[in-house]
């Protein structure tokens, strides 16, 4: 479930990710459809108008890594886990992004430029130029040479035997001029009467407005005909004669051709450069969301990454605060299992072998207190021992004398009798810690109290709690008293009866996901050097005249009732710093 | 025609807010349900179009109609667009020929003066049958669109960066009435 969970956010980013490219391909293959079929045509861009409504996807795209990136900021001024990293990565994948895109899109423009370049070379136009003016120059060889013809005397000589021998007058035309394809005569009705030549190029309606001379131009079919008329009279009748020269097939829509090809290679020499920038407009327009898109998929993708690193590092924070228990969720066949697994297994060992340490610390500590118990039992069994023999010897020997012995003896037996229930008693004490009962209390005022007590009696030393912050927490306020009357016991008594200070404050921490008060007592004393360090915690372990040695290790058992923890630093004559942790929202169910 | 480079391709794109005020020139006659409405663009210097031309450049112009039949609803659209008709001119010079031609469809027209060319290049005629039955009353809308210099394909990317490019005059509103 909890997996479940975790993957939910994941899986919605690929979707994301995946429909944003889904509308990316779209308006690629809506520009490539519709607008680029449009330029081919040669058509109006109407529809390039449309593309301003896909914009919407770069904007968007810009604003969700904008987002993305202003919570790395956040997570690297919080100096969340993994946010260092995560950086790393994101300008890693950009930067490979972009070095995949650059050559791509330098290439495919160096490519379409060059090609235009070779399409449009400067021999292009001079052939195309060329080509244009050498139809020109044929269209006015032809004209001018039918409009010679038509105009001179020959014709008109010709033209006498229409009704004679019309097809020799035909024959007469063409081998003076064969060029003409033609020869119409009209009476001055316009009405036909002779037709010589291609009578497919003929039926010509004589148009009054085109006058004698006049070129005229008509098509019929792929062919261009140049039609000329002149007027001539014979016995006294007026004729007009029509001559008609059909162009090579093709000739005007060739001559066209070459006019729009020089058309299209005139806007080529003025307008490449531009052409050039709004490819590369273009191209960037389609480039760009791409690129967002891929920065945008390295946040997810580098999140995906770093997510195990995360986790470790939590973790370790975990077991660095003394938690054990905690272990990492791995995904089965993830890269980094063997790691997890690794560590969850030195995280299992780790509490294992603490467990045992702790086990046998134990074992020693009751060996310990057993030997010392030994030992302190036995030292006041020896003056019991000799006072009962001395009774004795009096009472076999001197029985009269008895009582000159008898009081102190029994004095001396009685007083190590009390010795040894006081022994008993405080050994009880350590063994059988009383259950700590929990209030709402504030431990400023709590220290207030107590340090009153001592600057009344220890004007030498310089008592400064003004480090103590007005923190509320549940403990018990008896147990508390005990455990700050100890430590600042030891403290004055590190100071020797010297002028010296004891600073205490109190501060609220944050611990992984707990809040800590944190105390802390600074003496001036004494210090210790590392062998009392490595002892003080230890039962019966004392550098007092009649210390009992259990002091530290009743504190140290009490904040542990409390789940805080105590440590301290300690400079050989410099002075001593004792620290204690203790949960602030401990509730009372924990104790018992 | 000019040569454009980087510079003044962007001066040229960043200059060309400012807009040319062109003028439709709308006769309208209704006889019998048969609207006739003649076309005819104004205020245009000929010169840039002939200019556009003799460096072999097509011209080109659009003109466009819209129909509406008039309704007594009350409403954000008073009345129902009935037909919408756009017919494209393309003026050529063709130096071999010697001529200037109009190519609208299918058909050419060949002119030899530049005047005759440019009076037909800048006039249009539509002619429609209005719906018999219907006693509402008609008006039309219509638009010209002028582009002297037809860039060819590929260059016609370039459009939307010159908005010097087209002349496009108002819409002018004509009532037809009998």
């Known amino acids: 479930m909890i997996k479940k969970k975790i993957r939910q956010p994941v899986l919605a980013g690929v979707l994301s990710i995946l429909l944003l490219y889904i509308v990316l391909i779209l308006m690629i293959l809506l520009f490539a459809g519709k607008i680029l079929s449009d330029i081919s045509s040669g058509v109006s861009l109407v529809k390039l108008r449309y593309l301003a409504f896909s914009l919407v996807l770069p904007l968007f795209l810009i604003t969700s890594i904008i987002i993305n990136i202003y919570r790395l900021i956040k997570q690297r001024k919080n100096k969340a886990p993994g946010a260092t990293f995560k950086t790393k990565l994101l300008i890693f994948f950009t930067f490979i992004s972009l070095l995949s895109s650059i050559p791509q899109g330098i290439l495919a423009l160096s490519f379409i430029n060059s090609a235009m370049e070779s399409w449009f070379s400067s021999g292009f136009g001079e052939a195309m130029h060329g080509g244009l003016q050498i139809a020109i120059d044929y269209n006015r060889l032809v004209s001018r040479e039918i409009k010679s013809f038509s105009g001179s005397h020959i014709f008109e000589n010709i033209l006498d035997q229409m009704f004679t021998s019309p097809d020799r007058m035909w024959l007469t035309v063409k081998s003076i001029h064969p060029m003409i394809d033609a020869l119409e005569i009209f009476d001055d009705n316009g009405n036909t009467i002779l037709i010589l030549g291609d009578d497919r190029i003929t039926g010509t309606v004589l148009n009054p407005s085109i006058g004698e001379g006049t070129i005229s131009r008509s098509k019929q079919g792929d062919r261009s005909i140049l039609k000329i008329r002149r007027n001539f009279s014979k016995d006294g009748i007026r004729y007009s004669a029509v001559i008609s020269t059909v162009l090579p097939d093709n000739f005007d829509t060739n001559a066209s051709n070459i006019t729009r090809t020089i058309q299209l290679f005139s806007q080529f020499q003025n307008l490449h450069s531009a052409f050039f920038l709004v490819l590369i407009f273009f191209f960037t327009y389609f480039s760009l969301p791409i690129l967002l898109l891929s920065i945008l998929a390295s946040f997810l993708l580098s999140d995906e990454i770093i997510k195990p690193v995360v986790h470790l590092e939590e973790a370790i924070s975990r077991v660095m605060e003394g938690d054990y228990s905690h272990r990492i969720l791995s995904k089965q066949k993830d890269d980094l299992a063997n790691l997890v697994n690794s560590f969850n297994r030195m995280v299992a060992e780790l509490e294992q072998s603490r467990q045992n340490l702790v086990q046998n610390e134990k074992v020693s500590a009751w060996q310990e207190i057993a030997q010392r118990m030994a030992h302190e039992i036995k030292n006041p069994l020896t003056p019991i021992k000799l006072s009962a023999q001395r009774i004795l010897k009096k009472y076999s020997k001197e029985p009269e004398s008895l009582d000159k012995v008898l009081a102190p003896s029994i004095a001396a037996i009685i007083a190590e009798v009390e010795n040894l229930t006081k022994l008993i008693q405080q050994f009880r004490d350590f063994a059988k810690m009383p259950v700590p009962h929990p209030v709402k209390m504030n431990i400023k005022n709590h220290i207030e109290q107590l340090v009153t007590l001592y600057s009344g009696s220890f004007s030498e030393i310089d008592m400064d709690i003004s480090g103590v912050k007005d923190i509320s927490l549940n403990a018990d306020p008896d147990q508390l008293k005990s455990i700050f009357s100890n430590l600042i016991s030891n403290a004055v008594e590190s100071l020797k009866g010297r002028k010296g200070k004891i600073s205490i404050r109190a501060d609220e921490i944050v611990k992984g996901n707990s809040r800590y008060c944190r105390i802390q007592i600074q003496d001036t004393g004494t210090g210790m050097d590392r062998d009392m360090k490595d002892k003080i915690f230890n039962p019966y372990f004392t550098t007092k005249d009649g210390g009992t040695g259990l002091g530290l290790p009743i504190v140290e058992r009490m904040i542990a009732e409390h789940k805080g923890q105590i440590w301290f630093e300690s400079e050989k004559g410099v002075g001593t710093t004792f620290f204690i942790d203790l949960p602030i929202e401990l509730r009372a169910g924990v104790f018992v | ?178």
């Open chain 2, 1 to 178: 025609m000019r040569k454009i480079n980087f510079i003044s391709f962007i001066i040229l794109f960043l200059s060309s807010l400012s807009l040319h005020a062109q003028v439709t020139n709308v006769v309208a006659s209704l006889n019998n349900s048969k609207a006739v409405i003649h076309l005819h663009l104004s205020d245009i210097s000929p010169d840039e179009i002939l200019k556009s031309l003799s460096e072999n450049q097509t011209a080109e112009i659009t003109f466009e109609l819209r129909l509406y039949k008039k309704t007594e609803k009350f409403g954000l659209s008073p009345a129902i667009l009935t037909k919408e008709i756009s017919s494209v001119q393309s003026g050529r010079w063709i130096p071999v020929t010697e001529q200037y031609t109009i190519s609208t469809g299918d058909k050419t027209f060949y002119y030899k003066k530049s005047e005759p060319f440019l009076i037909s290049f800048l006039s249009e005629e539509f002619t429609f049958t209005l719906p018999e039955s219907s006693k509402a009353t008609y008006y039309c809308v219509t638009r010209i669109r002028l582009i002297p210099l037809k860039f060819m394909a590929p260059f016609n990317l370039l459009e939307p960066f010159f908005r010097n490019y087209s002349r496009t005059s108002p819409w002018t509103r004509v009532e037809l009435t009998g």
